[in-house]
């Protein structure tokens, strides 16, 4: 199949909306994703055996279970109870609690690397549990953390595709659209792969830049 230069100018407007879309919908998803898994550390790390029990156990099952089963019950399956979600809606949740499991272990290692002393000293200052987390351990847990909840989001972003199986038209989805109906795929396939090179080489220096940042001031 020979490259047509014409239709990549007739298609690519129709494509730069669709990686907005999947920029959009990675940047919410990790929201989600940081905000849940942060609930989630915290969770497996209570005191109280019934809570961490519950949140191992289903942190576990989404962890252990692929995404696009994940994908397919949140979008196919709970219209069947009366809950019917967006495409959008659908593919954020489930890009954002599957990589909340994985932000969790990352949140998880930070907490524990801060020294016992801090805890200690929290306690003899009799500060609150709320307080020692919001002050104390979180400050000194979150910076050491942040290249890996990058390369998260990153993956995140490269796994956008698989929500065109819900029917959500992002870079992926237009593309296919595009594809299925001109029976080409050289070029919107090609483009998508261009695409996500360029945003995932660029949020990659990104994470590197911040990274040696957070080291200069820790030296």
């Known amino acids: 199949m020979n490259w047509s230069w014409e ?83 659908a593919g954020i949740i489930g890009l954002g609690f599957h990589y909340a499991t994985y932000v969790s272990e990352v949140y998880r290692a930070g907490i524990i690397n801060v020294p016992a002393g801090q805890w200690e000293a929290a306690r003899a200052c009799n500060l609150t549990k709320r307080q020692t987390w919001r002050e104390i351990v979180l400050p000194q847990a979150i910076p050491p953390m942040i290249p890996p909840l990058g390369n998260y989001v990153i993956a995140m972003f490269k796994e956008t595709p698989i929500l065109s199986a819900i029917t959500v038209l992002d870079l992926m989805g237009e593309a296919l659209a595009k594809a299925n109906f001109s029976y080409r795929y050289l070029e919107p396939i090609t483009l998508v792969a261009i695409g996500f090179l360029f945003v995932s080489l660029c949020s990659a220096a990104l994470v590197r830049l911040l990274e040696n940042h957070l080291k200069l001031r820790a030296a």
């Open 7 to 89: 239709f990549v100018a007739e298609i690519t407007p129709d494509l730069l909306k669709g990686l907005v879309v999947t920029v959009k919908i990675t940047l919410i998803s990790s929201v989600v994703a940081l905000s849940v898994g942060l609930f989630f550390a915290i969770a497996k790390m209570s005191s109280v055996d019934a809570v961490r029990r519950s949140a191992v156990l289903v942190t576990e099952t989404i962890r252990r279970t692929p995404l696009l089963v994940q994908l397919y019950f949140l979008f196919y399956v709970l219209p069947d109870i009366g809950i019917v979600l967006s495409p959008m809606v």
